[in-house]
């Protein structure tokens, strides 16, 4: 009878690595760790590496170093999947199960690894991994308000949602607009009128107002919101091509709604963010193809007359060409002029 084989055992090393196209949230877990560490075994016991730059020596020397009058210690590494030299990640793997347990090491990318190197399928045995994906719009509410709750700040569902649309998914722009907040707000709950107050919406969210009010056929509405972009600092052609861009991604997302793809799937076609695809669905029912071709066409014969100099600009007069498109914004509300 053939002995019976042992079966193999994974030993679980203290390695992490945190990853994904949410750079916020992965970037702010490997700081809460840091701060975590250096506030309980001191910042000695602490050591933090530019993947770039790190050379195997430098971990080795790192990794095998006992914590100074401490029980552990950690080794955080940046972007070394992505921008660490291969001959130092061939080393690093080979030295990773050699590494001790009174070792932490932490390696944290502000993008998706490679999965077929050898270095990203080793700490995947070895350790543990985090995925950051974007949030959902509903997760991004979700964050604002829990956002605000740890900085002892009342913010209600319906403020939060409108905080996310006018800002966008972007969590380090939200942070920076929730940190202004706090401070206007004084401890008092967060509303409409202070969002408005206070934040600097992003051209994105703007053009996404324009166009609702564009398909409201709300012509006032939409002049203000074009004024809006332009008081805002924003060129003219800077505005006018972001708005063709829009316009075609939304006719892009209409004819994928109307063959039946869901939003996970306009998403990872366009590759979008859901957060954008599904306001782009929502703003899309409001225009026919039809009603999108004659957008369309319409942009298309402002750039070719920009282009042929048929509209005339130059650095010191941009007046026609904001003409030429108000005009355009005035027949699309369907409003003679």
């Avoid at 193999?8 to 916020?24: A, H, N, P, R």
Wanted: glycine share 6%; net charge positive.
């Amino acid at each position: 009878m053939p002995a019976k084989k042992e079966p193999v055992v994974t030993i679980q090393k203290s390695f992490y690595l945190f990853y994904g196209e949410d750079t916020f949230r992965s970037r702010e877990k490997a700081v809460m760790w840091r701060k975590e560490f250096e506030k309980k075994f001191g910042d000695l016991n602490t050591h933090v590496f530019d993947g770039a730059k790190m050379t195997f020596n430098n971990f080795e020397s790192a990794v095998q170093t006992y914590p100074f009058l401490a029980d552990k210690k950690l080794v955080l590494i940046e972007n070394f999947l992505e921008n660490g030299k291969k001959d130092e990640q061939d080393k690093v793997v080979k030295m990773l199960p050699k590494v001790e347990d009174f070792c932490f090491v932490v390696f944290s990318e502000t993008s998706k690894p490679d999965a077929r190197t050898v270095l990203y399928k080793t700490l995947t045995k070895l350790g543990k991994t985090e995925e950051f994906k974007s949030l959902t719009p509903q997760e991004t509410q979700k964050w604002i308000g829990e956002r605000f709750a740890k900085l002892g700040v009342q913010i209600g569902m319906r403020e939060a949602s409108y905080l996310a649309e006018t800002i966008g998914s972007d969590l380090w722009q939200l942070h920076n607009e929730i940190q202004k907040l706090v401070l206007f707000a004084h401890g008092k709950p967060v509303t409409v009128a202070m969002i408005d107050q206070i934040t600097s919406a992003n051209i994105t969210s703007t053009i996404f107002k324009l166009t609702d009010a564009l398909g409201a056929k709300n012509l006032p509405q939409t002049l203000e919101n074009f004024s809006n972009l332009l008081e805002s600092g924003e060129e003219i052609m800077g505005v006018f091509y972001r708005l063709v861009g829009h316009f075609r991604t939304m006719a892009q997302v209409r004819a994928a709604v109307d063959q039946g793809l869901n939003k996970a799937a306009i998403a990872k076609e366009l590759k979008a963010h859901p957060f954008f695809v599904e306001k782009l669905i929502l703003q899309s029912r409001n225009f026919g193809m039809n009603e999108l071709r004659e957008v369309y066409q319409n942009f298309f014969e402002i750039d070719k007359g920009i282009k042929t100099g048929k509209i005339r600009i130059s650095t010191n007069d941009v007046s026609e060409l904001k003409r030429v498109v108000e005009v355009m914004l005035v027949k699309l509300s369907g409003v003679r002029k």
